[in-house]
């Protein structure tokens, strides 16, 4: 034993600068069963605290938002305190934390030795690691090996792959019409029967491998209820080693179903990280010799009944180890996921159950500084720049320790998984058409200016582009698209780049030009780009008129302060007077 306290030390994947924040707080640690114990792979910041006390969670808020962020696959395996420096007493403080919340989102005490308290100094920012062996023992034993993974997405995209299921529900309810107070209970219970279908003897997972760049592809399987095991602890679950694919489809790997040949010009998670399909099927059918015919029941109402559908978007995504066997990443992590991801949605509809239901969409993001995809469940209704909205994201930037100056969990950041298969039937992607960020390389003028320029990567839009003939007409049309693909490329909108047409047809419904404008070829100027810029991306416009070319010196110091400050893209326009 004293040989191994002496060997044990922490591997820190996150990025330093998120583990020093010198604010007094409290943050979780967070690790995977898959991967070499005290492996941290991120921090999440407790937001719901007791009143006056950062260092005391209100765990059934944080439970619930942990549940819904973190993957499963990943798990608090500590806290960290920042404070003061009263080391072990901070560093117990830590461990019953993390403790109590691993019974908040596990239900038991199972995983709860070997927990990391860490406590930082919120002067130095210096951290030190504990580590508490089990609930029953009173000692703590220091860690001051401490390592910092120089590629933490290419550590996890080699240690493991993903698992991504999607399922649409629409459930039916009926509900006596003389009692509508009925419709909650009678709701939550067909709920947890739809949860308990995903355990049903007779439910089937199709598991469908990553297609490689030579065309080759592993045969999808095809894996029953009664063929998984949902009573063993994923702890007690043997890791495979050396498994052939003739092997029992009950012990297949999920290193099956990745690919074999990984980029080497990306280690971005999302990129190079391997996704492995999973689609749940509800026939109960099965393959039968004997012949039959469909049965239909009718079943009278015995009074009055109301009838509603209530609509679910299930989207999981899970981490696990290649070498972990596929029917323990169904039973252990989507199964579970599914489940956790319908109750949660269940509750945000209860209260409206019998109004207009909230549009709840899970998405991925895998933000930069953040290492891993986490999961947030958006509510549509009222579009991404409602306030409550707006509110949502940036508590979640608190949360992941993300910067308040850019949009990194819109809609248009998620990660797009038709994308990503797209690239990998297509492994030799041709480039973009369109010239990126051409300024670049540029050298300036002026001998010892200063520069000052748009940052970002943009689209660089110019005459006759396409093949499209807009010469002497079309400019102000081109520099709309240069900065809307700036917009683009931010990750501030997810529509698409607009066509000459499409420019003119968004000022006709603004009532600035006539229908007859469609399909013209007049030009528009400054003014008419605000307007559609204002429709299209809600984006205001400031507008600076110089009376000549001589006179723009004058007006170098608030272009400079604008780059400085804002980032975005200046067009200059010349107009033309006859």
């Not at 420096?85 to 019953?96: D, P, S, Y």
């Not at 009926?174 to 009692?179: L, V």
């Not at 009950?250 to 099956?256: A, E, T, V």
Request: proline letters at 6%.
């Amino acid at each position: 034993m004293e040989n191994e306290i002496e060997t044990r030390r922490i591997r820190v994947l996150c990025r330093k600068h998120i583990t020093t924040n010198k604010e007094h707080s409290l943050q979780w640690l967070i690790g995977s069963p898959f991967l070499p114990p005290f492996t941290i792979i991120s921090t999440f910041r407790c937001l719901h605290t007791q009143p006056g006390d950062p260092f005391s969670p209100d765990y059934t808020k944080e439970s619930d938002d942990l549940r819904t962020l973190l993957l499963r696959g990943f798990d608090v395996i500590g806290t960290l305190l920042v404070g003061n420096t009263i080391l072990e007493e901070n560093a117990r403080k830590a461990v019953g934390a993390a403790r109590r919340m691993k019974k908040f989102l596990s239900g038991n005490d199972r995983g709860s030795c070997n927990l990391l308290g860490a406590v930082a100094d919120s002067v130095s920012g210096d951290i030190r690691f504990f580590v508490s062996a089990s609930e029953n023992s009173a000692g703590l034993e220091t860690i001051n090996t401490v390592t910092y993974e120089d590629y933490p997405e290419r550590y996890l995209s080699e240690t493991g792959c993903f698992l991504h299921c999607k399922l649409s529900i629409n459930l039916p309810i009926y509900f006596p019409a003389h009692s509508p107070s009925d419709a909650e209970g009678i709701f939550s219970s067909e709920t947890e029967s739809v949860a308990a279908k995903f355990k049903d003897p007779q439910v089937a997972f199709m598991i469908e491998g990553v297609k490689e760049a030579s065309g080759e592809v592993t045969q999808p399987i095809i894996l029953r209820g009664v063929d998984l095991d949902f009573h063993t602890d994923l702890s007690d679950v043997k890791i495979l080693k050396d498994i052939t694919k003739e092997s029992s489809t009950k012990i297949r790997p999920c290193s099956d179903f990745c690919s074999k040949i990984k980029p080497h010009s990306s280690f971005t998670l999302e990129k190079s990280a391997d996704t492995v399909q999973v689609t749940v099927l509800l026939n109960k059918c099965g393959s039968s010799t004997e012949s039959a015919s469909p049965i239909a029941e009718y079943l009278p109402a015995s009074e009055p009944a109301r009838y509603l559908v209530v609509s679910f978007k299930l989207d999981v995504l899970c981490y696990t180890v290649k070498d972990l066997p596929v029917t323990y990443a169904i039973s252990k992590l989507i199964v579970p996921g599914l489940i956790d991801q319908l109750t949660t949605m269940k509750k945000a509809l209860l209260p409206n159950l019998l109004a207009q239901h909230p549009q709840l969409h899970p998405y991925h993001f895998c933000p930069p500084g953040v290492v891993h995809p986490i999961t947030v469940i958006y509510e549509l209704s009222y579009g991404e720049t409602e306030m409550k909205q707006v509110e949502i994201r940036r508590s979640l930037h608190l949360r992941l320790g993300l910067p308040l100056d850019r949009p990194l969990l819109l809609i248009a950041n998620a990660i797009n998984f038709a994308l990503k298969h797209k690239m990998e039937r297509n492994s030799i992607r041709k480039g973009s058409v369109v010239l990126k960020d051409v300024h670049i390389g540029i050298p300036s003028s002026v001998s010892g200016g200063l520069v000052s320029q748009v940052e970002g990567s943009y689209e660089y839009y110019h005459y006759l582009q396409d093949g499209f003939d807009d010469s002497g007409w079309g400019c102000a049309y081109r520099s709309l698209q240069t900065i809307i693909s700036w917009f683009r490329l931010q990750h501030y909108t997810s529509i698409d780049v607009p066509s000459h047409r499409e420019i003119q047809q968004a000022l006709v419904e603004i009532g600035d030009k006539e229908p007859s404008f469609i399909g013209s070829r007049e030009w528009i100027g400054a003014i008419e780009l605000s307007f559609v810029l204002d429709k299209l991306l809600g984006v205001s416009c400031k507008v600076i008129n110089v009376r000549s070319g001589a006179e723009l010196p004058e007006k170098c110091r608030e272009l400079a302060l604008h780059f400085e400050t804002q980032g975005t893209p200046v067009m200059i326009v010349q107009v033309v007077v006859f």
